[in-house]
C-alpha cells in the first residue's frame, strides 16, 4: 500500500481540489485534461503546442512550471473534483471539513469552523482505509477497488476497466469537440471587434461603400488554436479505435468459445 503505482500503469489521475483547475499555459478550465508525471495538469491541445517548441520526435519535453522532463507518451488523463460550497456537504466525508452555510476563501475557510476527524482503519496488505464504523462492512481484505466502487473514494488506487477507459476518452473527445465550436464562435466575433476601421471602397458604379475586413492576426491565432485542438482530437480517436477493435475482437472470442462449447 505505501509503494507508488508504476506510472506506465496508471490510466487517469483523480484529484480534489477547492478551487477551479486552471491550465497554466491558456489560463483557462483544462480541455480534455492532461497530467504529467511531475503532477502539473495542461489542455491536451496546451501541451502538444509547448511540446512542439524546440522539440523533436522521440525526445522529451520540459514541463513550463518545474521544467521537468517528460515525453508525451507518457503524460495521463486527469479530471478533478471541486470541493466548492456547494458540494461540501457531500465530499465532507474526504475532505475532513464542516459544510460551510456560505462560501469563504480558501484560507479563512477554516477560521471559527469545527474540524470533524474520522477514524480510519485498513488491514496491512490493503490500499483501502474506511472508516472503522465502515471497516467491517467492506474493508477487510480489500486490495483495490474498481474504479466508481463506493469504497473507491478511500483508496488512492483503483482499478479501471476497458469500459472506464472508453468513457474517459470520450468524455475528452467531447470536450474536444465543444472546444472546436467555441473558438469558430469567439474568434468570428474577436475578428470583427479586433478589425481596422471600415475602409471605403467603390462598387463599381463610382458610390461609396464600406467593407469590413478581418483582421490578419486574427485568423491566424485561430487557425493555429484549432490546428492543435485537431491534433489532440486525432490522438484521442486513435486510441478510441484500438480499445473498440480490441473490445470487438474480444467478444468475438467469446462468441466462438460458447458455440465451440455448445
Known sequence: PDIAADWSDVIEVRYFTRTPPECPICLCEPTAAKIAKCGHIYCFPCLLHHASFGNTAG??????????????SEVKSASSCCLSSSSTEQKSSVSGVSPSSSPTPQSEELIGQTIEMTLMKRTQDSTVALPATLFEVGGSGRILPKRGESFSRFSHFSIAGERDQINILERERG?????????????????VIEAPSSAPVTDGSGDMTTMTMASPSASTAQAEELLWINQALEQVDSQLTKLHVKKDHQQQQQQQQSQSQH
Open 59 to 72: 525526445r522529451a519535453a520540459i514541463c513550463p512550471l518545474c521544467h521537468d522532463m517528460f515525453m508525451m
Open 175 to 191: 470536450e474536444l469537440l465543444k472546444a472546436i465550436e467555441d473558438v469558430k464562435s469567439y474568434s468570428l466575433a474577436e475578428a
